[in-house]
């Protein structure tokens, strides 16, 4: 313990460095040094401002290495924070990835290949340079991941989640609902899923983030406020509503369900699209008036309700059923530290 | 595990969010929006670059509950980063937090607190901001941060690694060997360690990350090379060398002992100082005929070697000893991984 703790060299850790900084692009466009000295070196070009997220991708809590593929999690590990500098409307400049792998691993160098290939396959797609990172021996039998991701925006002009008002319309990218019932049948059959390609539709194993389509919102002025729906539409329009300071109403029969949210009955459908967490969809608003094109950045998008005034004694978020019945939309979150 | 994994809403990590949020700088300076939204937003100034560092501070890998306190592990965890950026003679601009916390310690948040203290003071020494991050429970009963230190140089001036040179003087600051025999004594008696003080001189339970011993080698243009020790002098300088493309040799008798390893028989004493990691001192490398001044940035600087021409069948690193017999230094690190 003594000579682990002291934190000295590692061949073992040397070799899994050398195995990653192989698979990474060299320094480039911004990104000045990537990995091999003690920081990686960005140059930010004058007029712009940096936007930065992190996001852990630990084993146990966000995926299982007996359910999801190796290449699903390398790519979901990056998705995470690509779906958030999208939310900004960021155009991504540089991942920084730490990785704790358990000491079987370190002889299946296979399992960090294919998470690799997960992993840069997806950065490729959105001009994400591996910059840097970290790399340990995990303390437990769970695999590791926090990933780093930064972006760059016209200065001042970083979409944020505290812009709506009242009056505005409430929209969404993409479709909802479909990665939690794509979990949900991972969860019985996860031989099913062994094959599945970042080229499919498979909304819980291979997301795609709409970095595009933020971008695309960003230029064009069109958004008052913008967030990512990573904790499923009921908590993260508590979210936008809490920074904003307003309360909206959410029309059922509007919601775009997802192909798998549409094979469930009705009201599960429905659930699903609602709570269901990890859709990576853009969740926004817009002034009324706002001349909202049907598709943004290759993803359609969809008025879903309305911002409303926030007052005493109504809910934060109203459901307005199909059948006009309007309930209060709670947040309907796990307790995970309760 | 179905709810768990579709990561929804979770009050209890809100509140841990909060918890945090309620104790971090509000955006300053560089950064102009910290915890809250998707994304932190950093604005860079003109004319220079950023450089970025990740670390993880994994307990059962890089601490102990039952022997570091709370307060040392949140030193350590900030001190790790800050390090690095002493390395490239950066100013520390924000840092970044992923935290995953036992489900026991969500009762208590004492931990989290002290955690907490030890972090943001040692980031309030050094100008630091606690810009963002993320919550997770932990998904074994390990304690996991992984902390993201980003600071500025002047455009194209970061210290590097590589930049030493045959003849180059071979310099480190503080003094070495005392981290790694503060950790066997830990070992021994953990109790006798529970009121230690960051005000303490404890290289190992509240390393001084040499901040300014860095800014004020690259401001004086002093340095040819440099990087931090944390794997041990052997270790580090072998890293050096490989980056350069030289060779060195360390003279035993000009290192500076840090007065624990001095305690310790000779040889003992002087294994600490080679081998012993985590000191966070600056290692570092000037031209011959440098004012090299005998304290930088409040710290002593202490020449210990020279650099030489890389040339087959003769070692990377010589060690000359007291005696002036020669040895190969080679880099004795443990295989974490392998």
């Known amino acids: 313990m003594l000579e682990v703790m002291a934190g000295k060299a590692k061949s073992g850790e040397l070799a899994l460095i050398e195995q990653i900084r192989k698979r990474a692009g060299v320094g480039s466009g911004a990104v000045q040094l990537g990995i091999g000295d003690d920081c990686a070196i960005l140059r930010p070009r004058a007029g712009e401002d940096l936007v930065v997220t992190t996001d852990f991708t630990l084993e146990g809590r966000h995926f299982r290495r007996d359910w999801h593929t190796p290449r699903s999690v390398g790519h979901r590990t990056l998705a995470r924070g690509l779906s958030d500098l999208a939310a900004m409307g960021a155009k991504p400049v540089a991942a920084f990835l730490s990785l704790a ?160 949210a549409r094979g469930l009955d009705a009201e599960a459908g429905l659930a699903a699209a609602l709570h269901g967490g990890e859709d990576y969809e853009l969740l926004f608003t817009a002034q009324v008036g706002t001349k909202m094109p049907q598709v943004i950045g290759g993803v359609p998008v969809t008025r879903i309700g309305t911002i409303t005034a926030k007052r005493k004694g109504t809910p934060q978020v109203t459901l307005v059923g199909a059948d006009g019945v309007r309930t209060e939309l709670a947040p309907q979150g796990w307790e995970h530290l309760r």
């Open 101 to 260: 792998i358990t000491r079987n691993l370190v002889q299946k160098r296979g399992w960090i290949d294919a998470f690799l290939d997960g992993f840069l396959h997806l950065g490729e797609q959105f001009g994400t340079v591996l910059a840097g990172g970290d790399t340990s021996e995990s303390p437990s039998e769970h695999v590791l991941a926090d990933v780093v991701l930064m972006g760059s925006v016209p200065r001042g002009k970083a979409l944020r989640r505290s812009g709506a008002r009242a009056g505005d319309f409430l929209y969404c990218t993409g479709s909802l609902g479909g990665a939690t019932v794509e979990l949900a049948e991972l969860e019985k059959s996860p031989r099913r899923f062994r094959a599945a390609k970042a080229s499919g539709d498979h909304p819980h194993l291979f997301p795609v983030p709409r970095v595009k389509a933020g971008q695309a919102l960003l230029k064009r002025g069109l958004a008052t406020a913008c967030m990512d729906i990573s904790d499923g539409l009921s908590t993260d329009l508590a979210h936008l509503c809490e920074s904003s300071g307003v309360s909206a109403e959410v029309e059922a029969d509007r919601l775009p369900l997802h192909p798998l």
